[in-house]
């Protein structure tokens, strides 16, 4: 059923037209009850009256909030989604706005002026939507000014509300994060890509490779300032797996990006060089480098250099080479940079 007065938040990837998350915003006055009511009506009758009582001064409710599994701990729901909602609420002319949520949600909600609302249920809360689950109402009377708070995120909402572009940084922070899961999502794909299916020999264009991996990386926040230079070298047709190459590179300029050196100007240098007999693919950076004790780590799975690590793109790279009957070297001084140098049999 149609509802003019339920509204519609998301969380859209605009590139994929993906969904991340949602949310819903229904006003008291629509074609429908707000759903607190039939949610717990059974258990307090009076869920009609109190909700009623506050539809002179316009209250509504939030529900509804969602977030897809591949986002799930990155704030989508709890944090953007429901700040983002608030902030259109006064858009709206409700002055103030019920939800029901768990006791976590609830938690959260208290950082956006939300209480918990005592006069329904047993102290505010009800078991829903079954008899093990805990669920609390909760409720802002003061949308426009939300004195009750917490000071940084009612500015956070203040700066929303008064200039919509300051949206933008939110929603910059929602692409990253998602940007990040899916390197990660790739990652775990890719290594079990690589364990489970057969090599598929084709004759390889090195130049036009090359070319095509480091323009998939123009997308990266971090790349916008790095200088990349390429130079390929391909003597004789070279034969290998194509879609092996390409995790190898895929992996090793992702590195060279992300572990930069912003007091530099950050350049990443990759080289080709092929004959009949071989393949040398050579991956130079001013990054960070990487000291001597986590060298012999750095190709282990899941190891952690940083904070920033999958910790799995370059055990990737070593279980690819093994496949391609490879070798590879790796020359790093922590505060300079570091060169890869890999070289994997022509399979013609």
Known sequence: M???????????????????????????????????????????????????????EGTGEFFGL????EVAGYGIGAIYLLRSSISIINQLNLKTMFALC??????????????????LGKEGTFYYPKLDL????????????LNGADPEEKARIDSLREEPKESAKYLDLIEKSVKKLNIFTKNIISFHMNKRTGISVSKIELKSLLDSTIDDFKYFEKARDVRFESEVEQKDDYFSDRSRLIMI?????SNSIKY???????????????DSEMLRIEVLDNGIGISDQRK??????????T????????????EVIRMLNGKIEVDSREGEGTRFVIELPNMA
């Open 2 to 56: 149609n509802n003019p007065a339920a509204f519609v938040i998301l969380c859209e990837d605009m590139e994929s037209d993906k969904v991340f998350g949602g949310a819903r915003i229904h006003a008291l006055g629509g074609n429908q009850q707000l759903p607190i009511i039939p949610a717990v009506e059974e258990m307090d009758p009076d869920v009609h009256e109190k909700v009623n009582s506050f539809a002179n």
């Open 66 to 69: 969602w977030n897809s599994m």
């Open 307 to 318: 904070e920033q690590r999958s910790g799995i793109g370059i055990h990737i790279v070593m």
């Open 102 to 119: 768990s006791p976590f949600t609830a938690r959260i909600a208290s950082r956006y002026g939300f209480n918990v609302f005592k006069q």
């Open 260 to 274: 930069q050196d912003r007091s530099k100007e950050p350049f990443v240098k990759v080289k080709l060089y092929s």
């Open 134 to 145: 805990l669920a609390t109402v909760v409720f802002v009377d003061d949308t426009d000014q």
């Open 249 to 253: 590179l895929n992996n090793l300029i």
């Open 296 to 305: 012999d780590k750095i190709f282990d799975m899941y190891y952690r250099g």
